[in-house]
């Protein structure tokens, strides 16, 4: 097992960053996002107050989840379609259907239904979007989505890349004055930062599943970036370095709005769609934000 370096910070230091407004975020050796020191934090408590009213709605809750659910499959099937070289009807028919039916759940369980459904189709064709085995590359697999172990590389990076993603749209509620443990589609749990889990749901294609495909068809990671203990496969020090620089590049790149129709990276995309939802919760907008590649 390798040795990780530990971290200090010294109390001047935090103080510093404090006055600046940076948080400091807290990983396990494992790459589980603990937590983070921040300042006083925002003080707009009227946003936290209609968060909390809306999520007592369950109208309006199953409102936002079906908009957010419904642009993670649209992303979802755009990226097999992008990716596949002359990807088969069948997988692009059958999420279609199930996305056609999200307007007729009439609660979040059977929503999740449809969800689950939709995932099942994406990730058994996951693989198909990975070229390992072609021109020298190192040839990765993804037998079915699995976590808390990933039980292979590819569901690795997949949890490391989610953990990111939860990470930085945990900081960004936090900095706009959202409550992140209280989401609309995921519920409440102990620990769980639930709203930065909804938000998330329609950039895991978009962020997180492209840096894996990414990594993998540009040759950038291999299997010495990956340790099998006990069943558990997880990345080594080097693999989460090589996988963090494509992450921030990812971050980093700029594309069009499918609303605004400007150019922002995706990081400040992330940002945008925080404080839409915050308008939307507020009244100053008709409808739930969404967020559709094209």
Do not use: C
């Given at each position: 097992m390798e040795q990780e370096e530990a971290v200090q910070v010294s109390t001047q230091c935090i103080q510093e960053l404090l006055k600046a407004d940076i948080p400091i975020l807290y990983f396990s050796y494992g790459n589980w996002f603990h937590g983070m020191t921040i300042g006083l934090g925002h003080k707009n408590v009227?946003?936290?107050?209609?968060?909390?009213h809306a999520a007592e709605d369950a109208q309006k809750c199953l409102r936002i989840a079906k908009q957010l659910v419904?642009?993670?499959?649209?992303n979802c099937r755009t990226l097999l379609r992008r990716n596949i070289p002359n990807c088969p009807a069948e997988p692009l028919r059958g999420m279609k259907l199930e996305i056609e039916q999200i307007d007729t759940c009439e609660n979040l369980g059977s929503l999740l239904g449809h969800e689950g459904n939709i995932g099942r189709v994406y990730f058994q064709w996951f693989s198909k979007m990975l070229k390992g085995?072609?021109?020298?590359?190192?040839?990765?697999d993804l037998?079915?989505?699995?976590?808390?172990?990933?039980?292979?590389?590819?569901?690795?990076?997949?949890?490391?890349?989610?953990?990111?993603?939860?990470?930085?749209?945990?900081?960004?509620?936090t900095a706009l004055g959202?409550?992140?443990?209280?989401?609309?589609?995921?519920q409440p749990r102990y620990g769980r930062p639930a709203l930065a889990l909804d938000l998330m749901e329609p950039f895991r294609p978009l962020i997180a599943d492209s840096v894996v495909i990414w990594c993998v068809n540009n040759g950038v990671v291999n299997r010495k970036d990956f340790q099998q203990v006990a069943g558990a496969c997880s990345m080594s020090s080097e693999g989460?370095?090589?996988?963090?620089?494509?992450?921030?590049?990812?971050?980093?790149?700029?594309?069009?709005?499918?609303?605004?129709?400007?150019?922002?990276?995706?990081?400040?995309?992330?940002?945008v769609q925080c404080r839409l939802l915050g308008r939307y919760l507020e009244g100053e907008i008709p409808d739930p934000p969404s967020f559709v590649t094209r």
């Open positions: 009227e946003r936290r107050i209609t968060q909390f419904r642009d993670k499959a649209s085995g072609e021109n020298g590359l190192e040839k990765f037998q079915g989505r699995n976590r808390r172990p990933p039980r292979d590389p590819v569901n690795a990076m997949l949890s490391f890349g989610y953990n990111l993603l939860v990470k930085d749209l945990t900081v960004i509620l959202f409550d992140p443990f209280l989401g609309f589609y995921h989460r370095k090589k996988f963090l620089l494509a992450y921030e590049r990812r971050m980093d790149s700029l594309i069009t709005h499918p609303v605004f129709d400007y150019r922002i990276s995706y990081r400040r995309v992330l940002e």
